[in-house]
Structure formats: structure tokens, C-alpha cells
């Protein structure tokens, strides 16, 4: 045991010898442009590491800044569908629901009108319709205050007169505020159809334009394409095969059909 143990100290001792010697047998240079490689690459390593730390917390941020991004929209959305809830509502409290849907539907017209091509390249105008939707809901409010006291007046008992009289001039009035706000929906309306018929017959333009273009730059082809084919030398072919077959076709026919007629003149 203790001859194995001497043994394996010798052999420990013998290699850590060659070690030294291999070491002292390899130039300084050598060991220089090691150790500076060996440098170079930790330093790359440090560089690599860096890089995709420094990436995956920029990812890390970018998409925390998206997921905040989405909710601020949502919650903007979710504001403005609230908003527009809130006034429908109101416009039904203070309109009534029919003249309420009026004003939607003008109000639709608006947005139709505002976002045509006609109306952003200028061919409308100003196209700012605040003063009319103003006056459309004035009248349409004006009507349904008149006509939500009418009938409380018009449900008492034993109506005088003068309720009828009073009732009757209610009644024109708000007639009378209801087909003027009406008119001007109307009219709203029709603005927003015109737009979009401009905006079908700018796109019809710009279609014709470009097919014209295209008309002139096949024209320039063919043309070119023609002129090139007659400028060439005549290539129209005189000795077909295919007629030279054919010939042959019509002459056996004829021979076959004289052999016949020969035939027929033998029988007789």
C-alpha cells in the first residue's frame, strides 16, 4: 500500500515536472498573444452578456409601455363610449326619443360628411355644422318642453275654451319648430349623400386618368410592335409541309376515286 501510494506521488511528481518544462519550453510571445486572446474573449463574453441584458430589459420595458399603452386606450375608449351614452341619454330626456334619433342621425351625417375626400381636399368648404346641429336641437327641445305641458294641460278634466285655444297654438308651434329642425336634418343629410357622390366621382376620375395612361402606353407598344414586324423581312412561309401533305392527301383521294370509277366501269 504504501509502495502504490509512493509510486503514484512519483508519477504526480514526474507529470507536474513535464508541465514545467513544456512551460518553460513555449516562448514568452506565445504566452502573450494567449493570455491576450484569453482577455479578448472575456471581454467579448462581458459584451455578449451585456448586450442581451441590456435587450431583453429593453424588451422587458417595451412591453410593459405597450401593455400601458393598451390600457390607457381601452380606458379612453371605454370614456368616450360612457360620454356618448351619457348624452344619448340626455338628448332623450330632453328631446324626446324620435327628435333624439334626429339628432344621431344628423349627427352620423356629420361625421360621413367631415371624413370625405370632397370635404378634406377643400370642394365642400367650411364644414363646420356646429350652429346647425345647435338649431336643430333648440327646436327640437323647444317641441318637446311645449308638447310635455301640453298634455299635461290636455289630461285635466273638463278642458275650457281657452285650454283648447292654448292647446291648438302649442300644437302649430311645435309644428312649426319640429319641420324646421326636420328641414334642416334633411338638408344635413343630403350634404352628406353629395359628398359621397363626389367622392365616387373623384375616384371615377382618377380611374379614367389612369386607364387613359395605360390606353396611351399600350398604344406606344403595339404601335412599336407593328412597326417592328414590318420593318422585318417577309418570313411568310412557301413550302409548308403541312401543304405538302395535304397535296399528297388530295392526290390519293383523286386516284383512289379513278381506280373506282374504273371498277365501276369494268361491272358494266
Known sequence: MSKGSDDLG???G???VVIFVLIALVPKEVWIFLGALAVAAFLIGVTVWGINSHRKAQAAADERLRAERKSREAAAKRERRARALKAKQQRIRDLGQENAA?????LASVRRLVASE???DGWLGDVD???DITAITENFKRAHSLRHVAEKLA???DPSEDDRKLLAEAMQTIGRLE???GERVALIERCAAEATLIDKSLEDERKDARTAEQRAELHGQLSAMLYGIEATPDTTITGSAADGVMAR???YREIKNQIQLARDSDFR
Not at 334626429?102 to 344628423?106: D, G, I, K, P
Open 118 to 120: 370632397a370635404a378634406r
Open 155 to 157: 289630461s285635466l278634466d
Open 249 to 251: 392527301v388530295m392526290a
Open 14 to 16: 514526474g507529470l507536474i
Open 129 to 131: 355644422f356646429t350652429a
Open 102 to 106: 334626429f339628432v344621431e342621425s344628423t
Open 179 to 181: 319641420s324646421a329642425a
Open 10 to 12: 512519483k508519477g504526480i
